[in-house]
């Protein structure tokens, strides 16, 4: 089976979810948001085709990484491909954060047509889902680019059949000594 990349796999992250990260840019993305930082990742034919065995054995040979994150691009346009990513991450003991442009309840309702979408939702820790909405972009928010995108904790959302926000992650950056809460201002 092969993936669709953007670039090669990107190692030592600490912007693409929590702890130090190795970063997956998968290529295609057909949402289209106004702002996009990665407009490059839009086509469904740019890029290049990668083996995946060829990525879990670059994963294997990771060190000091805490998890991998996929990104792109959306990684739900070339779910089986990160189905096995994700599943083989996992068994070698990566936590697995993944970005898309669906939310959580599109998701549900297009895992109706399509059961590979809750076997890859079962082996992704951490979903940040939502479109990017440039009239609600913040450069200060943790782990995502618009205050509309939302940090979920996929196994209790699955339980829940809703999402699932994980609290730590719905605020601000921290900066120094400043921390900045969603309603309200520590300093
Ligand atoms: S979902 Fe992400 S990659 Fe796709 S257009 Fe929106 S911001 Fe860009």
Same mark, same amino acid.
Request: include cysteine; aromatic fraction near 10%.
């Given at each position: 089976?092969?993936?669709?990349?953007?670039?090669?796999?990107?190692?030592?992250?600490?912007?693409? +979810?929590? +702890?130090? $990260?190795?970063?997956?840019?998968?290529?295609?993305?057909?949402?289209?948001?106004?702002?996009?930082?990665?407009?490059?990742?839009?086509?469904? #034919?740019?890029?290049?085709?990668?083996?995946?065995?060829?990525?879990?054995?670059?994963?294997?040979?990771?060190?000091?990484?805490?998890?991998?994150?996929?990104?792109?691009?959306?990684?739900?346009?070339?779910?089986?491909?990160?189905?096995?990513?994700?599943?083989?991450?996992?068994?070698?003991?990566?936590?697995?954060?993944?970005?898309?442009?669906?939310?959580?309840?599109?998701?549900?309702?297009?895992?109706?047509?399509? !059961?590979?979408?809750?076997?890859?939702? %079962?082996?992704? #820790?951490?979903?940040? #889902?939502?479109?990017?909405?440039?009239? %609600? $972009?913040?450069?200060?928010?943790?782990?995502? +680019?618009?205050?509309?995108?939302?940090?979920?904790?996929?196994?209790?959302?699955? %339980?829940?059949?809703?999402?699932?926000?994980?609290?730590?992650?719905? +605020?601000?950056?921290?900066?120094?000594?400043?921390?900045?809460?969603? !309603?309200?201002?520590?300093?």
């Amino acid at each position: 089976m092969k993936i669709r990349l953007a670039s090669s796999l990107q190692s030592d992250s600490i912007v693409d +979810g929590e +702890g130090i $990260r190795t970063v997956i840019w998968t290529q295609g993305c057909s949402h289209h948001c106004k702002g996009c930082h990665n407009e490059i990742t839009w086509s469904f #034919d740019d890029g290049f085709l990668e083996d995946i065995e060829e990525v879990k054995k670059e994963l294997k040979n990771l060190k000091g990484q805490d998890g991998i994150t996929l990104s792109g691009g959306d990684p739900f346009f070339q779910i089986e491909a990160c189905l096995e990513i994700a599943k083989y991450a996992k068994q070698i003991n990566l936590n697995v954060w993944c970005y898309t442009g669906f939310t959580f309840e599109q998701l549900l309702v297009m895992s109706k047509s399509n !059961e590979n979408i809750i076997n890859f939702l %079962e082996n992704i #820790d951490v979903l940040v #889902d939502g479109r990017f909405i440039l009239e %609600e $972009r913040s450069l200060d928010l943790k782990y995502k +680019g618009s205050k509309n995108q939302r940090i979920l904790d996929v196994k209790k959302s699955l %339980e829940k059949k809703e999402a699932v926000i994980i609290p730590k992650y719905d +605020g601000y950056k921290e900066i120094g000594s400043i921390y900045k809460k969603k !309603e309200f201002m520590y300093i």
